[in-house]
């Protein structure tokens, strides 16, 4: 289990698209989950996920397709990354393309995380 790797309102330049923000994780692990939903109930929002910068393909999870696409539309936990085969090193990213995300923990299962966490904390954080 890991903490949020949060974005508070001085970092969201870091956004990919206007309106948006992006998560970035370094992780060593089978799987990567996060806890988040729409901050007003009924709403949903777009995002997009990729592994070293690229579309995860096979690696991606069940709330994500091969393009890395997903859209949150309850407070729940995503699965994002399933890695098949070796598990090595890897960073996602997690582009939202509007305003409006609660995100509350990373799990990664199958290793033990990284030590380099920027920008970590582990409190509910939210966006927009």
Known sequence: MGALRGLDDREQGKSAE???WTLAFRFHAR?????MGPSVPGTSVPYRVLVNGQPPGDAH?????EAGNGTLVEP?????????GSV???????AFHAPGVEAYVF???GA????????????KSRIG
């Open 18 to 20: 206007p309106g948006g």
């Open 31 to 35: 799987d990567v989950h996060l806890v």
């Open 61 to 65: 999870g069940i709330d994500v397709d």
């Open 76 to 84: 729940r936990l995503y699965h994002l990354i399933r890695q098949r």
């Open 88 to 94: 090595i090193d890897r960073t996602v990213e997690i």
């Open 107 to 109: 799990t990664r299962l």
């Open 112 to 123: 033990l995380p990284l030590p380099e966490r920027r920008n970590m904390n582990t409190r």
